[in-house]
């Protein structure tokens, strides 16, 4: 065997090592934040905040749901700090082990009938500690792929962490669905819950022996050989990469917005106020999420045929249309009509979602990359995500689920803007 051809070969395992750490991880990470979303819309109202009428209780139990989101931009300064300055594989194994350790302790924290107030407190924490460990993970995650890329191969590469989202939703919403078959529904509620937190920790434990096995990325160590790394990163982010933070974070609220009105929105209203079964709604959310991972692959492909903005700008502004028609698709006398919405709006997704590995990274000079696409990513969460459930409970009760897809065309040009204004610069 040439010294060309090992060579070859050690670079393919290498790539493969990259990609099997990208999404592993992040898979990881987006099944603890989602059993989160879905035990917030199917059990933790009545389980931990007690209210006079269900609305209220799933009103409440989305506002700790919300919680993380306004974490995750802390989270990802402690992270990007340390990212950007120690390097990508100790900050993204601390950022693993935070987020799998708050969502593995959830698994025995008490009720309110038990000890009252404690009980929602100590979730509220937890969740809290969630948040920050995700807002280290995405950005980390996005830079493991990207920067370890080979030429032409950037989007695609950098779609991988984005897979995670899909395959984290179908293992936490599939355990919970096969819990909502095999137990009743006060076993589910007494301790069935419980089982998807617990088994959080094994998966944590493969995250954490994938990326134990990986070095730090080419680009990082050539940027610290080029100069030293930045004092206070986000300090130079915020004082010489402003408006790229800005349009990036505006870039990404769509995504946020599509996720998370498709996922924990509809399964709280369609089994409360549709009165559809749970398990019906979870099997319909779980083929609709197929359609996620086809638009990120289709986007990561696209991304590297032309452009990672292209095929953004392609999402969002898809996104607009789809906002007059969403409302429409929630009828429980047509289950497949409701399919066929979500699955259109999560196709959607995947173009608003799978390049942003790419192009959030690219805003940014490698000595402040980790903390530039972490900060912008997260804070996007919070305009686009972290209030969605709870804005679209207020709307329906108030307006009707008509309001609730001009929410997502408001949310199509928010980011349109950003990527227009950013691409005007």
């Excluded at 997260?378 to 969605?388: D, S, T």
């Amino acid at each position: 065997m040439t010294e060309t051809t090992r060579g070859g070969l050690a670079a393919m395992m290498q790539h493969r090592r990259v990609l099997v750490a990208s999404l592993v991880g992040t898979t990881v990470e987006f099944y603890d934040f989602y059993i989160y979303a879905t035990a917030a819309s199917l059990v933790f109202g009545p389980l931990f905040f007690p209210a006079s009428s269900p609305t209220a209780q799933l009103m409440a139990a989305y506002a700790s749901f919300a919680l993380a989101f306004l974490a995750r931009p802390l989270g990802a300064a402690v992270f990007g700090h340390y990212g950007d300055r120690i390097g990508r594989k100790s900050t993204l194994v601390a950022s693993l082990l935070l987020m799998g350790g708050s969502t593995f302790l959830i698994a025995f924290l008490p009720t309110y009938a038990m000890i009252g107030w404690l009980a929602p407190l100590l979730l509220c924490i937890l969740r809290f500690g969630q948040g920050l460990g995700l807002g280290g993970e995405w950005g980390g995650a996005a830079l493991l792929a990207v920067e370890n890329a080979p030429p032409g191969w950037r989007g695609r590469f950098g779609m991988m962490p984005q897979l995670g989202a899909p395959l984290g939703f179908i293992a936490a919403n599939g355990l919970f669905l096969v819990l909502g078959l095999w137990l009743s529904e006060a076993e589910f509620l007494a301790w069935g819950w419980r089982l998807p937190f617990l088994a959080s920790a094994a998966l944590v434990i493969l995250g954490l022996w994938v990326r134990l096995r990986l070095g730090e990325t080419p680009e990082f160590r050539a940027a610290l050989d080029a100069e030293p790394p930045a004092r206070i990163p986000m300090a130079e982010l915020l004082t010489r990469h402003l408006r790229a933070t800005m349009a990036g974070t505006l870039a990404v609220v769509a995504c946020f917005a599509l996720f998370y009105i498709s996922t924990a929105f509809a399964l709280g209203y369609a089994t409360t106020s549709l009165g559809m079964a749970r398990d019906q709604v979870l099997s319909m959310q779980l083929a609709a999420i197929f359609m996620l991972a086809l638009g990120i692959i289709l986007a990561g492909w696209w991304s590297d045929r032309q452009s990672a903005a292209k095929a953004l700008i392609a999402g969002c502004a898809a996104t607009v249309p789809l906002g007059f028609v969403f409302g429409a698709g929630f009828n429980a006398d047509a289950p497949a009509l409701l399919f066929m919405t979500l699955a259109v709006a999560l196709l959607v997704m995947g173009f608003t979602y799978g390049p942003l590995g790419e192009w959030l990274t690219s805003l940014f000079p490698a000595r402040v990359r980790y903390s530039g696409s972490s900060f912008a990513f997260n804070v996007g969460g919070i305009l686009g995500g972290a209030m969605a459930p709870i804005v679209a409970q207020y709307l329906v009760a108030t307006h009707g689920i008509g309001a609730v897809g001009l929410y997502l065309t408001a949310a199509g040009m928010v980011s349109l803007f950003g990527l227009v204004w950013l691409a005007r610069e």
